[in-house]
Each structure stands twice: as structure tokens, then as C-alpha cells.
């Protein structure tokens, strides 16, 4: 990618607009939502212009490359693990990042809980729901959930603070809309039956869905094509 070309400042205004544009349609505040640029395959240098251009929160679902672009870009920014985590490499990222959007088993949260208690630290995290049930994903299914947060409860190191999911790629994406409310819907049933969690945030909405996302709901959403440009692999 040419980044010299890039208009990342433009693109920012515009993802920021279509994102007012959804919460007015929902009678929301814009400030409730919060913008993680995902900026997997983005070099650093692309990712500073983004942050000049009034960023704060980076969004990697890799552990390396999050590690490596963190030793450039500093902790100024708040940094999420968005993507699947490998119980072997959590402990490259403890007291890195601010938000694991992506827990999705027992062993993983209690890896997760050992390396931060060591710490006397305690980890933000979502839980990531497989809502449309597709075998590609990961993910825990909706209805495993609620034994889930029974069990990390009992995790003193771990905080769940939400609940994240990815939605089915459709070209028109208010196909994915009965995937955002039923995460919504997820969220407001557990929240009554675990009052103490408190079940803050729901991550949900890519490039594709975001404002559909929103108008159900979301109010962290991650977006990393409209504002960089394609990702080349
Ligand atoms: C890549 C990725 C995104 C961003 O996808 P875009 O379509 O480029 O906005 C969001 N969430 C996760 C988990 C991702 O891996």
C-alpha cells in the first residue's frame, strides 16, 4: 500500500460522520462509541498519522505484531488484542494491552488470570460469541456463555467487561443486523442475571457493518479498512 496516498485524516472524518449519521438514526451519543483503528498489515509509520489525526485506541490481532509496533508507537495509545490469542503467547502481552476483545475458553481466561495476578494486575476482557454459529469462527456458542462468565467469576485477576463478535461477511450488511441485536440481547439477559459483572461494552461492527452495528448497539466498534485502505497480504 502506498501510504503516502492515503488519506487517512479524510477517511477518519468520513468513518466519524457515517458513525453520527447511525446514532442519530438510534438516538445516541457518538461519545459512547468507542473507535479501535485496526491496524493489522498497517506499517507504523501509516499508524502515527492516524494517531496525529486524533486516534487513541489501536486495534492488532497479533500478538507479535502488536508487540512490535508498540516498542515504536509507544503505550500513549491504548492498545486491544482484537484477534484469536493462543494460550502460549499470552504472556508476550501482559500489561500491554488494555482490552482483550477475543476470550473464548476456560484455559485461556486462566492463563490470562495467572500471569496478571502475578502482576497484582487485573485484564480487561470480552468475551467473543460465535453468534452465527459459522465453523470458521472462533468464539464461544450463546448458549455456553453464561456457565463461561460463571466460571471466570471465580477468576480474581480477570475482568469481563463485554461481549465481542464478528459478523458473517454479507454485501448488504443489513443481513448482519439479527447478528448485532442477538449479541445486544445476550448482553441484556446476562447483565440481569450477573449484576455484579457489569457488561459494559459490546464490540461489534467492522468496515462492512459498523453503522448497522451501531444502530444496534455497539459501542466499541473496530474498524480498520475504511479508514487504511485494503489490507495486502
Ligand atoms: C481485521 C479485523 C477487523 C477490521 O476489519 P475491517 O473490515 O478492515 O474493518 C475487526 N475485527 C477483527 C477481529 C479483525 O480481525
Redesign the pocket.
Known amino acids: 500500500m502506498n501510504s503516502s496516498l492515503l488519506p487517512i485524516r479524510e477517511n477518519i472524518i468520513s468513518v466519524r460522520q457515517k458513525l453520527r449519521g447511525a446514532c442519530l438514526r438510534a438516538g445516541r451519543s457518538p461519545e459512547d462509541i468507542e473507535l479501535v483503528a485496526?491496524t493489522?498489515r498497517v506499517p507504523a509509520h501509516v499508524i502515527k498519522e492516524a494517531l496525529a489525526a486524533g486516534v487513541t485506541t489501536l486495534?492488532e490481532?497479533r500478538v507479535q505484531e502488536l508487540i512490535k509496533k508498540q516498542e515504536v508507537l509507544g503505550t500513549g495509545p491504548q492498545w486491544h488484542l482484537?484477534?484469536h490469542l493462543q494460550t502460549n503467547k499470552v504472556k508476550y502481552i501482559v500489561g500491554r494491552v488494555s482490552l482483550i476483545?477475543?476470550l473464548d475458553s476456560i484455559n485461556l481466561a486462566a492463563e490470562i488470570n495467572k500471569l496478571w495476578l502475578e502482576r497484582e494486575m487485573q485484564c480487561n476482557v470480552l468475551i467473543q460469541v460465535n453468534i452465527s454459529g459459522e465453523n470458521s469462527k472462533y468464539g464461544l456458542p450463546a448458549g455456553e456463555v453464561c456457565d463461561f462468565i460463571k466460571e471466570v467469576a471465580l477468576m480474581p485477576s480477570i475482568r469481563v467487561r463485554g461481549l465481542m463478535t464478528?459478523a458473517p461477511f454479507e454485501e448488504d450488511p443489513e443481513r448482519t443486523r439479527p447478528v448485532f441485536s442477538e449479541l445486544r440481547l445476550l448482553s441484556e439477559k446476562l447483565s440481569i442475571k450477573f449484576p455484579e459483572v457489569k457488561l459494559q461494552y459490546l464490540s461489534m461492527g467492522?468496515?462492512?457493518d459498523y453503522t448497522v452495528a451501531v444502530e444496534e448497539g455497539a459501542n466499541i466498534i473496530?474498524?480498520?479498512?475504511?479508514l487504511f485502505g485494503a489490507?495486502i497480504y
Open positions: 485496526v493489522k486495534g490481532n482484537i484477534g476483545h477475543s464478528i467492522m468496515t462492512n473496530r474498524v480498520g479498512t475504511a489490507r
